[in-house]
């Protein structure tokens, strides 16, 4: 795997971007929401940790503020970047690495969809949250983190040509949401993140037939803590699923009894 740190990535035209500050068709974007509400949740899936939540963005969580850009040049492969954004939406769970799973909605990431995940952590620990899909066009896709998931920021998934090749990429601003998964984030997680994109991406390059060398760039474009957010600990998703887990028996006995 090759790491381009020092690098510069290709970037889509700022036409492209989802981030601008005028958007193309207000269609595009999610409405003005107050709290999440997971509508299509899937036979025997809980939207724990979703429902009522708001979402986050990266001046809302705590840890250092990171942007993560990782990239994969599909050369020799005949296709758009609408096309690989397409495949990448109908088929997102399937890139993704096993033990994860994300639950779309019936009607597949559109703007104001809210998409449900079980997440492995490390200690195959469990985590169930959610995503908002903030904003999706023919050639990109930005999904944005709700209140106690690892990550506090949007997740930009783009395709755009550079030179003749069509480049997938996937772009993250995050921060560690609170200070227990900034420590395990310090710990290991940004490694678990990068193998988690680098997967994606290879597994959507070969979806097309190429093997292409996933590259990435990281900055950490904030190093300080937001102290005044260290409350978000409250929320953390991870320790709600493990409560949920563990008081099933009691919650089984209750519905008998």
Not at 5 to 22: F, H, K, L, R, Y
Not at 55 to 61: C, E, F, K, T
Not at 157 to 166: H, I, K, L, V
Not at 217 to 227: E, G, S
Request: aromatic share 10%; hydrophobic share 40%; glycine share 8%.
């Amino acid at each position: 795997m090759e790491d381009t740190s020092s690098g510069i990535p290709p970037t889509p035209s700022e036409d492209a971007s989802p981030q601008q500050t005028t958007p193309r068709d207000a269609a595009y974007w999610a409405r003005l929401i107050s709290t999440l509400k997971a509508s299509d949740a899937p036979a025997g899936v809980v939207a724990l940790n979703v429902d009522g939540r708001r979402v986050v963005g990266p001046l809302q969580g705590f840890g250092q503020m990171w942007q993560k850009t990782y990239w994969a040049p599909l050369r020799g492969a005949a296709v758009t970047p609408a096309l690989v954004i397409e495949t990448w939406k109908a088929e997102f769970p399937a890139f993704w690495p096993k033990g994860n799973r994300f639950y779309e909605p019936l009607t597949g990431i559109a703007p104001g969809e809210v998409a449900l995940l079980t997440l492995t952590m490390p200690a195959a620990i469990q985590l169930s949250t959610g995503v908002l899909v903030l904003y999706a066009d023919d050639e990109s896709f930005t999904l944005m983190t709700p209140q106690g998931h690892v990550l506090a920021g949007w997740i930009t998934f783009s395709a755009f040509e550079a030179d003749g090749t069509t480049i997938a990429q996937a772009q993250l601003l995050i921060r560690g949401n609170d200070p227990l998964y900034e420590i395990g984030l310090r710990l290991g997680g940004h490694r678990q993140e990068d193998r988690f994109w680098e997967h994606t991406l290879t597994a959507l390059a070969a979806r097309f037939g190429v093997n292409a060398p996933v590259q990435r760039r990281v900055i950490c474009l904030d190093p300080r803590l937001q102290w005044s957010r260290a409350g978000n600990v409250w929320q953390n998703a991870a320790v709600r699923t493990t409560l949920y887990t563990l008081t099933k028996p009691v919650r089984w006995i209750r519905r008998t009894g």
